[in-house]
Structures are given as structure tokens and as C-alpha cells.
């Protein structure tokens, strides 16, 4: 009998959970359009479908690696960037999965089969009121489908389908297992989900094609869940979430227990070092300084699910949509939280182009930079990438304002006024920030502050500008070669700067041209001169500044000088990101960067 597909390794882990995180993504509207149970706040979806990109984009940072070591990162990514429900119970499956495979390096059928059995125990663990007719039904079929497979099959490919026919069995039987769901008509969105992630794998298998729910095979135009009231004893405000690091972490029985008089819902996952928690609360402030007691608190969310279930019944169109470009650097969740869209750029490695965030994140850019014989270049965003973000943008809002990097350094903003040109748009709003990476960033985030209190995009645009002329930059580098090749410096002054531990620090001027303001000799005189160069900048002190920190695989140095900013200016913000491979492909490793922005009320 021949065998299709033997054995699952990490490098087959990896592509078939990119493929789930495609598939479970292109349906993640009708997922969001069933999802009334636990509350019908309509982002199941959205929230399965972030937590497993969180999980594709750590997948892409580590590369091919060994299964134990990619199964263990996709658990470790999905604790991570676990959204919701949804997304903390993917991920509690997904590190049982990781702890049922140990250290095997090649699965079988029966390896794999065990693995989700021990994904359906750990979710079952992980509850204290677990309810049927959910994610915890399907979960709990599949296993048992995949342990029959197994018994009678060694070809993961007829493991698979077999697998996927039995859990949309499952799925669609937990209408009978939940009054509310056969009310509604649907099933459990959180099992969609799941589901939806098995048929990705399949597709990836059989080779189909990863698509979009066409908008006219969406069931209907409202969603059940905007026609259902939340039950009483679920009726919490905010759908809360703390990410905890800590040595020394309680286990999730107690966490859960403490949980309980805040709140219902509670859904907890420790691994390692960190603790995640989701709980529905009427207080989340109380919940973030409970968490606080057991560790660094680095993360936290809140969000108003009564809004949320408002809205779905009165889909509000907004009145400006905000726009940014890949050079930004805004972290995923920033991205996210204010709906801003992005554009990506390209990075070329030899023959291979990239779109940069999107098919090229932050940590592979530069494991791939480390064993580069050539150094990467970078260009603009193709015009059909800016017409598609731009007509969505303009779809979805009655104004567009468009952040770009500075049309100095880059055809980006160019290409944004040829594509408007080309298609007509109006209403569309284009700011040269005069800038790159946070500089980019912090603009875009101030412009989708203003959109969501309601400013009209013309005005947006002028604010914008304004702050423009009261912002800058401080960059330094740690290698020359890539400031040689952009011609900002000669190999003679490289070599001698290189002799001398010279290491230079650049701004931008205001026609967004990078120059050199001073140089400093020694790595460690490099922070004290740049703070001395900020205060000069920000002499008399602002009532109200913002920073961004970000650097090129230097986090000890980025956190240092984001340390030093916060004690000595209480800023409104200073967020700290790793730069992408548009700015990566310029600086080289080691580089870093303050940007600032005054953001003083206008005289």
C-alpha cells in the first residue's frame, strides 16, 4: 500500500498552519456574523483569526526548524497573541498539542492524532463550566474522529479529510447541544472557526486554492448576533485581557479562581514565563492591578462588548479611514486597535521579492540579513497594492487620510497620487510625513486619534501637518557598509570612523532628507548625546510629547533609551518596535532611532 504524506515534520507544521491562519482569515466575517454565544458580540472571527496570524508570524520568524521546537513556538505565539474566547482556547489546544509531541521529530498519523486528543483534553482543563455545543464539542469529536483515522490509516492526506468530514459533523450538530444557537439558526462560531482551520490545512493538502467568502454567499446582511440580547448572567461590560511575565507565576487553577469575583468568562493560560487571562468584567482596571501582583504587566485590553453588540445591529460607516504604509513600524496591535490599514513596500534578497511585513516580517527580515552574501534593497509599493488598500479604505469610510513615508527618501507618496489619479478616488487625503519609520508611524496614529473624535479628514490632514513641523528624529548606526551604499558616507571616512569607534548620529531636515547632526566616539557615549540632542530640540518642555523607539535587532538598547525618555520627560506615549526591512535594508543591524512629536495644542 503506498503511503501519500508518511510523517509530519516542522517545515509541514509551518505551512499548514499559514494556510489555516488564510483560511480561518478569509472567513472570518461569517464567523463574526453567527457568533452569539457566550455573548453576541459578533468578533469571534476577528479574534480566532488574529490569534492564529499571531501564530503564522512567529511561525515565519523561526523558519524551518524541528517539529518540537515549531509546535512548541506556535503555542508560545498563540498564549501570545491570544484574542478573546476564541483565541485563548486555540491557544490552550495548541499547547497541548505542542506538550503531546515532546520530542518527536517525525509525527505519524497516530502521533498526530494523539496530539489533538491531548489539544481537547487541555481545553477541557482549562474551563471551569465547560458547555457542550462549542469549540470543546468539536475539539472532543475530532479527537475521537482522528484517533478512528489513525487506527486505519498511515496517510495524513486520508487522515485529514477524514478528520475534517467528522468535525463539520460535529459542527453542525451543536445547534441540538445549545438552545441559543438553534434559536439563532447557526452554530457555534468558535467551532466555525475550528473547523475552518482543519479545511485550511486540507486545502494546503490538496492544493486548492485560499479565498474569500464571496460577500453574496454570506448569509444574510445582519447578524444574529446583533438580534440577540445578552443573558443576564453573562451581561458584563468589558471582554478583559492582562498578559503577565513573571519567574515565578501561579498555577491557572488559582488564577482562574481569583478571576471569579470579577467577573465570568474566565479563560487563563501559563506557559513558561508568561500568564494570559481573559475574563468579562465590569471592572478591568481592578482586574489589571489584581494581575499586577504576580508579575510585570505588559500588555492589557478592555473591550466595551455592549458598544460592540450595539453596532451590529446599526453598522456605523465611519466618517475617516486612516492609511499607512509598511515603513510605519506601528506594532500589529496598534495597527489593529485604530483600524488603520497598511500598504506594504517591497524587499528584494537576490531574486526573491518580498512585500515587506506581509510575506517578510521583522525577525525573518533579519535572520535572512545575517546570512545575506548581498545586501537587500527596497522599493515602493506596487500601484495595484495602493489602488486595492485605497478602495477599501474609501468603501469603508467617507474620507481617507493617507500617511505615507517622506516622498524624499522614497517614490511611496508618488505612487499614492499616481494611483488616485489612476482611479479617480475622491475624498482622499495624502500626508507626506517628511519622515520614516516611527516618524511615519506616530502621524498615522495621531490621524486616527483625530478620525475616531471626529475630525473631518481635510482638517486631519492640516493637523498633521502642523505636528509634522513640530517633530524629528535622532538615528545612529553601528555599521557603516549600508550607510556606503546609500552614499551618505565615503569608504574613507567608513574606514577611518571605523578605526576611530566613531559612530555617527543623523535627523532629517525639513524637506525629509536624512543628515548628519553629530558624531560621537564610543558606543557607550552614544545615548547620553542623543538625550542631550532631544532636550536641545525639546527646550522649553512640551506640555504634551510623544516618543517612538525603534531599532534593528537591538532590544537591550531600544529599552535603555525608552527607560530614559519615560523618567525624564512622563511622556503620552513612547512605544518601542523593531523596524521592518525598509529601514532594516538602509541602517544594518544594530541601529536605533528616536522620533518625537510634539503634539502641544496649536497656538
Known amino acids: 500500500m503506498t503511503v501519500g504524506i508518511a510523517y509530519l ?85 495548541l499547547m497541548g498539542f505542542a506538550e503531546s509531541l515532546a520530542d518527536t521529530r517525525q509525527a505519524t498519523t497516530h502521533d498526530i492524532a494523539a496530539g489533538i486528543r491531548r489539544g481537547a483534553d487541555r481545553l477541557y482543563e482549562s474551563l471551569d463550566d ?40 460535529a459542527l453542525a450538530r451543536t445547534p441540538e447541544l445549545m438552545a441559543v444557537l438553534k434559536e439563532a439558526g447557526v452554530v457555534d462560531a468558535g467551532g466555525k472557526g475550528f473547523v475552518r482551520m482543519l479545511e485550511g490545512v486540507v486545502r494546503f493538502i490538496d492544493g486548492d486554492p485560499i479565498l474569500a467568502v464571496p460577500a453574496d454567499q454570506i448569509a444574510s446582511d445582519q447578524a444574529p448576533a446583533a438580534l440577540f440580547e445578552v443573558a443576564a448572567e453573562r451581561d458584563f461590560q468589558f471582554c478583559t485581557e492582562v498578559l503577565v511575565r513573571g519567574e515565578q507565576l501561579p498555577p491557572a487553577n488559582e488564577v482562574r479562581a481569583a478571576m471569579h469575583a470579577f467577573g465570568g468568562s474566565v479563560v487563563v493560560a501559563v506557559i513558561a514565563d508568561i500568564l494570559k487571562l481573559h475574563v468579562h468584567t465590569d471592572t478591568p482596571e481592578a482586574v489589571f492591578t489584581y494581575a499586577a501582583r504576580w508579575g510585570r504587566v505588559e500588555t492589557t485590553k478592555a473591550d466595551d462588548m455592549r458598544v460592540q453588540h450595539r453596532r451590529l445591529a446599526h453598522p456605523e460607516r465611519r466618517p475617516v479611514a486612516v492609511v499607512t504604509d509598511s515603513s510605519a513600524d506601528l506594532t500589529d496591535g496598534v495597527l489593529d486597535r ?88 475622491t475624498g482622499i487625503h495624502l500626508v507626506d510625513s517628511g519622515s520614516a519609520s516611527l516618524g511615519v508611524g506616530l502621524l498615522a496614529l495621531r490621524g486616527a486619534e483625530l478620525a475616531e473624535s471626529g475630525w473631518k479628514g481635510a482638517d486631519i490632514a492640516r493637523e498633521l501637518d502642523r505636528l509634522r513641523r513640530r517633530s524629528g528624529m535622532f538615528l545612529t548606526v553601528d555599521r557603516y557598509d549600508y550607510l556606503i551604499r546609500g552614499g551618505r558616507v565615503t569608504r574613507g571616512k567608513a574606514w577611518l570612523a571605523g578605526v576611530l569607534d566613531v559612530k555617527p548620529i543623523l535627523s532629517i531636515d525639513g524637506s525629509g532628507r536624512v543628515v548628519p547632526v553629530d558624531r560621537v566616539r564610543g558606543r557607550e557615549n552614544l545615548v547620553p548625546r542623543v538625550l542631550s540632542l532631544l532636550e536641545r530640540q525639546l527646550t522649553p518642555r512640551p506640555r504634551a510629547v510623544r516618543f517612538g523607539v525603534v531599532h534593528a535587532d537591538a532590544p537591550e538598547m531600544a529599552e535603555r533609551v525608552r527607560t530614559a525618555l519615560v523618567a525624564a520627560y512622563q511622556p503620552r506615549d513612547c512605544m518601542v518596535a523593531m523596524a521592518t526591512g525598509v529601514l532594516g535594508t538602509h541602517v544594518g543591524p544594530g541601529a536605533w532611532a528616536v522620533f518625537y512629536q510634539v503634539e502641544d495644542e496649536a497656538a
Open 338 to 425: 485604530h483600524h488603520i490599514a497598511m500598504v506594504p513596500l517591497q524587499v528584494m534578497f537576490g531574486n526573491e521579492t518580498f512585500r515587506d511585513r506581509v510575506e517578510l516580517r521583522p525577525d525573518e527580515f533579519y535572520r535572512r540579513l545575517r546570512a545575506a552574501k548581498d545586501l537587500p534593497t527596497t522599493s515602493q509599493p506596487t500601484p495595484a497594492d495602493f489602488i486595492r488598500i485605497l478602495r477599501d479604505a474609501r468603501e469603508q469610510a467617507d474620507e481617507v487620510v493617507a500617511v505615507l513615508l517622506s516622498g524624499t527618501l522614497s517614490g511611496t507618496y508618488h505612487s499614492a497620487q499616481a494611483a488616485v489619479r489612476a482611479t479617480g478616488l
Open 130 to 169: 465547560p458547555r457542550e455545543g462549542t469549540i470543546l464539542t468539536v475539539a472532543r469529536d475530532a479527537a475521537t474522529a482522528a484517533e478512528r483515522a489513525a487506527a486505519d490509516s498511515d496517510d495524513i492526506s486520508e487522515f485529514m479529510d477524514r478528520l475534517l468530514a467528522d468535525a463539520e459533523r
Open 9 to 93: 515534520d516542522g517545515p509541514r507544521l509551518s505551512r499548514s498552519l499559514f494556510a489555516a491562519a488564510d483560511w480561518v482569515a478569509a472567513g472570518r466575517d461569517e464567523i463574526n456574523r453567527i457568533n452569539v454565544f457566550p455573548v453576541p458580540d459578533g468578533d469571534t472571527g476577528t479574534n480566532f483569526s488574529l490569534t492564529l496570524r499571531a501564530v503564522a508570524d512567529a511561525l515565519r520568524a523561526l523558519g524551518d526548524a524541528s517539529l518540537p521546537e515549531t509546535a512548541r513556538t506556535a503555542a508560545r505565539a498563540a498564549v501570545l497573541g491570544a484574542r478573546g474566547n476564541s483565541g485563548m482556547m486555540l491557544a490552550h489546544f
